[in-house]
């Protein structure tokens, strides 16, 4: 049998490298599915339940990896369904390739079903490369300039397919004006400053007295190096949520999260900081950072569309976290000066114990907060983490302490429901031999997460280390949403938008094979943690948590207090109970040792 274009696809996939795709099948997109089948297992395909998270999937692959993501959906609605699962890869830089069908050549302009102008409905969120195959021999250079687009710029790429020429036999390209030879191969390369523009950046750092540091994913793969240098600058460092794992947090002077998610520490360091370093970070919010004018600012990323966005920075590095880190710390002098320093792992001391206050404060029925508080020390060795956005992103934000050789990540700048489940489901395909651990809200987990239980379902039994654990906080409410309406609007809870069914989850888990463990007392909640990670097979974990535990900023302004006092006053239906826990939340950091 002659090979067929989506025969050919496949081969030039593998030949880069590509070992796993996610997506869901279609019509529209058969003959590179049928070219999969008979690649015998060359490429795995993970059949998800819909097609974004599949894209969730590819994205979060790539983050676990540092490699391609792949996913792939038929023609019209499977194409269109990917769109929001690409843009958390767009959003937060990671390198993923999405593969659609199309209708026939012919048909292509009449209306026909399914046909959906796919460059268009691509172009913003796979801007960097998008295109649609018209001939066999056009393929080649389609696949190889889409790969390599993808994972030197770190975007997301698209190449659409229409499905009679995945059919249509392979040519490769004549040697004639007009066409294209393509090769396959891609090393990214290292990237470091000019000499002169790192001493312009050690000047700055060596003058300050009071040294802030704010890393981001883009330092995940260079820990030691920033370990050194806030070593040599007596520095304390943040984290943005997406850097979570790029320093361990039993580190004294890591202040933890930044931002409304981050904690006090964070905020009082950025406050009164007289330098900044920031490092492999797209943290939006200024007014958590300092004041402008107030300190002296360097920052080191790869992208060069970052720098000097969220803050006037003096000097703009573009390089590689760890290459430039490296290169930086020789020009660095050893700060002789431990005052600050020590006021940070101060603050840091005192915060943990005033988290831990918050944590075991009694609530109706369970404190969200408890439920990450009884986690953190027996998180296993080698543990990935997946939070989905809501009130849980609080608590993995704040209450989880990072050890050396964990990963975790959550979708940062889409901050998208949902991505919580297929985040783990890729972790576990992008490690199967490491334990996996997912914090879901139950608002995402009806939206979309459940589906996705079914796929673990499917593939379990093929993981060496059976252990994937989803925690669901059921609080039947959108709870993050009706925070954000009390205390940023001063509008009073709306039943009606917020307000969702009570879903025995622990209870569908075991329906479809998987074990569920359900959790309504505060003192139950240690051994569910400890059953979870010894059971056989993959958990669903239920907690009753209370709606009402406020997921407090690390600093009130005086909007947000004058909001909440207004919501109060127009009668929010929870009143009597946010007054309560609020009360409660407030005590514990101030008396935090009590």
């Known amino acids: 049998m002659s090979q067929t274009v989506g025969d050919f696809l496949v081969e030039r996939l593998h030949a880069w490298g590509v070992r796993k795709i996610f997506g869901y099948p279609g019509d529209g997109i058969n003959g590179v599915f049928g070219a999969l089948n008979r ?27 540092g490699q391609l993501g792949v996913c792939i959906a038929t023609s019209g609605p499977g194409a269109s369904h990917l769109i929001t699962g690409l843009y958390d890869a767009r959003l937060d830089h990671m390198p993923v390739l999405a593969i659609a069908g199309q209708q026939s050549r012919n048909a ?115 820990s030691d190096d920033v370990i050194a240098v806030a070593d040599r600058l007596e520095a304390g460092c943040a984290k943005a949520l997406l850097g979570k794992a790029a320093l361990p947090d039993d580190l004294p002077w890591v202040t933890g999260s930044i931002g409304m998610l981050g904690t006090k520490p964070s905020y009082e360091m950025m406050m009164e900081c007289d330098t900044l370093l920031m490092i492999g970070s797209g943290f939006p919010y200024s007014e958590f950072l300092p004041n402008e004018g107030q300190a002296r600012g360097v920052q080191i990323d790869l992208a060069p569309d970052m720098l000097s966005l969220r803050y006037p920075m003096e000097v703009n590095l ?63 060795d080698r543990v990935i983490l997946t939070s989905d956005s809501g009130s849980c992103a609080n608590w993995y934000a704040r209450d989880l302490k990072i050890r050396r050789g964990m990963m975790a990540s959550l979708s940062g700048g889409l901050a998208s429901m949902g991505a919580a489940v297929p985040y783990a489901i890729a972790a576990k395909f992008a490690h199967p031999d490491r334990p996996v651990i997912a914090l879901v809200g139950d608002g995402a ?82 051994v569910a943690w400890e059953e979870a990670l010894d059971a056989d ?12 535990v406020p997921p407090l900023p690390p600093h009130i302004t005086f909007e947000q207090a004058k909001h909440l006092t207004e919501t109060l006053a127009e009668g929010d239906p929870r009143e009597r109970s946010i007054i309560k826990e609020t009360a409660k939340q407030v005590l514990a950091s101030l008396v935090p040792g009590k």
């Not at 690649?39 to 990896?65: D, L, P």
């Not at 302009?109 to 649609?132: I, M, N, R, T």
């Open 108 to 222: 292509i302009g009449g209306h026909y079903q399914q046909e959906v102008d796919l460059p268009s409905l691509f172009k913003d969120v796979a801007g960097a490369f998008v295109e649609q195959a018209s001939t066999p021999a056009q393929v080649r250079h389609l696949v190889d300039r889409a790969i390599r687009i993808a994972m030197g710029e770190r975007r997301v790429a698209a190449i659409i397919l229409p499905n009679d020429l995945q059919d249509a036999k392979y040519e490769e390209p004549p040697r004639k004006h007009g066409t294209i030879h393509s090769g396959i191969g891609f090393s990214a390369p290292k990237t470091v400053p000019y000499e002169a523009d790192l001493h312009h950046a050690a000047d700055i750092l060596n003058s300050g007295k009071k040294v802030a540091m704010l890393v981001g994913a883009g330092a995940l793969r260079a």
């Open 537 to 548: 097979r993959p958990v669903v974990l239920e907690v009753k948590t209370d709606p009402e």
């Open 445 to 526: 987990m009806q939206m979309n997460n459940m589906a996705e239980l079914i796929t673990v379902a499917k593939y379990w039994r093929q993981w060496p280390d059976h252990r994937w654990i989803v925690c669901v906080f059921n609080n039947e409410d959108l709870n993050q949403v009706t925070w954000e309406q009390r205390v940023m609007e001063g509008d009073p809870k709306f039943n009606a938008s917020q307000q969702i069914p009570n879903v025995p989850y622990h209870r569908f888990a075991e329906l479809i094979g998987l074990k569920g463990i359900y959790v309504d007392r505060p003192d139950a909640l240690g």
């Open 39 to 65: 690649a015998n297992g060359k490429i795995e395909f993970i059949q998800a339940r819909h097609e974004e998270m599949a894209a969730f999937m590819a994205s979060a692959y790539a983050k676990f990896t």
């Open 318 to 380: 573009v390089g590689d976290a760890a290459e430039t880190l490296r290169a930086l710390l020789p020009m660095l002098k050893q700060k002789g000066d431990d005052a600050w320093r020590k006021q940070i792992e101060s603050n840091v001391k005192q915060w943990w114990k005033t988290l831990e206050k918050r944590a075991m404060a009694s609530a109706n029925p369970v404190n969200p907060q408890r439920v990450t508080w009884e986690l953190s020390p027996r998180l296993p």
